[in-house]
């Protein structure tokens, strides 16, 4: 039992350690704004690439947790970790697209003008809180905003429920 909540807690500061990386990478990439329509182009196809590979990993990872064989022990702890990882992985990968749409011409958003303000309007729109302060304007914008609203209910919602179910089955001893 002791090596078990020993490889939980190294698998949480694992866990923990990825979201770090994944954010201050995300804060330190460059995403400058690109007058040139082939460059703007390649990125928009690179970030929608990543969201369908965010996209593959999380299902992925919900199928395990909800299959007929659902991981247990240490296998559960490794697919709950990634689940996580690959969640944040999404919001983030939400947030660039963001940036670099309201980055590409004026009026495709309206409060939206640093990264900060990208993450801070990519989490209010996967967690459907959406306060209005920041909104999309442009038909680009709209179009990567309703690619979050389904993304949010499909599978941040499903993956996010499974995590805090599994968390909260065993209170201070990790996932069960």
């Not at 040139?36 to 299902?59: C, H, M």
Request: proline share 3%.
């Amino acid at each position: 039992m002791a090596g078990d909540d020993g490889n939980y807690a190294r698998a949480r500061w694992h866990t923990l350690a990825s979201c770090v990386l994944l954010l201050v990478s995300y804060f330190l990439i460059p995403l400058e704004p690109d007058p040139n329509g082939l460059r703007l182009t390649l990125r928009a196809v690179g970030t929608l690439l990543l969201i369908t590979v965010v996209t593959f990993l999380v299902t992925r990872q919900v199928g395990r947790q909800l299959g007929a064989r659902a991981p247990v022990g240490e296998d559960e702890v490794r697919s709950l970790s990634r689940l996580v990882v690959a969640l944040v992985a999404g919001l983030l990968a939400f947030a660039v697209a963001d940036y670099v749409v309201a980055g590409s011409g004026s009026g495709q958003f309206s409060g939206l003008h640093t990264r900060l303000d990208a993450l801070y309007f990519a989490l209010t729109t996967l967690t459907t809180v959406g306060y209005g302060d920041v909104h999309a304007r442009g038909q680009l914008a709209k179009a990567i905003v309703c690619v979050q609203m389904v993304f949010s209910i499909g599978v941040i919602a499903t993956g996010a429920s499974i995590v805090v179910r599994q968390l909260t089955g065993r209170p201070g001893r990790g996932p069960r």
